[in-house]
């Protein structure tokens, strides 16, 4: 049985998941670079603005959509 591989999602280059101490990244540069579009918000997970969530905890309602 062959080992299981992935691809490093940030520079794409095919490495063995058992061996690999930066998984799923190929290395720390790969690991870094990602940690970094997080922190510059060039990625983020999709959901509703925090300017939503802070005027919902002002007026003390629960529900971000008015009625």
Do not use: H, Y
């Amino acid at each position: 049985m062959s080992p299981a591989t992935v691809t490093c999602p940030t520079c794409g280059r095919e490495l063995e998941w058992a061996g690999a101490p930066f998984r799923p990244f190929c290395s720390e540069r790969c690991r870094l670079i990602d940690l970094g579009a997080w922190f510059s918000e060039q990625r983020a997970i999709p959901g509703d603005s925090a300017g939503n969530e802070a005027a919902s905890a002002e007026d003390g309602s629960t529900d971000p959509q008015p009625k």
